[in-house]
């Protein structure tokens, strides 16, 4: 996912009572489907070791 993302910046996340690292940037082109959206704006959380623990339980799980 992170392929064609350039970060502009960094960030935190206060959730579920947790800080977790996030970046900032613009997805070069991202593609759902058939359909392909260029210069996407979109902030993704960084993943590191121990998050598995609690990120499943929010109902999803995003690995770099």
């Known amino acids: 996912m992170l392929k064609d993302f350039k970060v502009l910046y960094k960030g935190i996340n206060n959730s579920m009572g947790h800080r977790t690292p996030t970046v900032q940037g613009v997805f070069n082109h991202l593609k759902l489907g058939d359909k392909q959206i260029n210069q996407l704006l979109g902030t ?21």
């Not at 590191?48 to 995003?62: A, I, L, Y």
């Open 44 to 64: 993704i959380q960084e993943f590191r070791d121990g998050d598995e623990k609690w990120s499943r339980e929010g109902g999803w799980e995003f690995r770099n």
